[in-house]
């Protein structure tokens, strides 16, 4: 059983910077995949970044975002660069067995943290 803690949401103006923290509990953490998407109102979640040796981007994120992990503190985090009124979401990391960027294969969530990003 994992569980997982966001921080790090808050308002920020275009092209400013925000880090998204998440926190897991559990001894296995660097066993996981783990991986952040995110929500807009209205759309269906979609995949940002996850990390397991490898990262992998979504389009959007290529370049201005960069996902890492500290697995001696059991953390993964997103620093989110040159954000967009576009980024503006509840942003969520997951754990997985398999790096993937689609929800499905991820086990366990955490309760999200909003962004948003003002024009």
């Known amino acids: 059983q994992v569980q997982l803690v966001e921080s790090g949401g808050g308002l920020v103006q275009t092209g400013g910077s925000l880090r998204l923290s998440c926190a897991a509990s559990?001894?296995?953490?660097?066993?996981?995949?783990m991986g952040w998407f995110r929500q807009a109102p209205g759309k269906e979640r979609e995949f940002v970044a996850a990390?397991?040796?490898?990262?992998i981007y979504a389009d959007s994120a290529k370049g201005r975002f960069t996902i890492s992990r500290d697995n001696a503190k059991n953390t993964v985090y997103l620093q989110m660069n040159s954000l967009k009124p576009e980024d503006t979401a509840v942003y969520y990391c997951?754990?997985?067995?398999?790096?993937?960027?689609?929800?499905?294969?991820?086990?366990?969530w955490g309760q999200g943290t909003q962004v948003t990003v003002s024009s």
């Open positions: 559990g001894r296995t953490f660097s066993s996981y995949a």
């Open positions: 990390i397991h040796g490898i990262t």
């Open positions: 997951a754990a997985s067995q398999f790096l993937r960027t689609v929800p499905q294969p991820y086990n366990y």
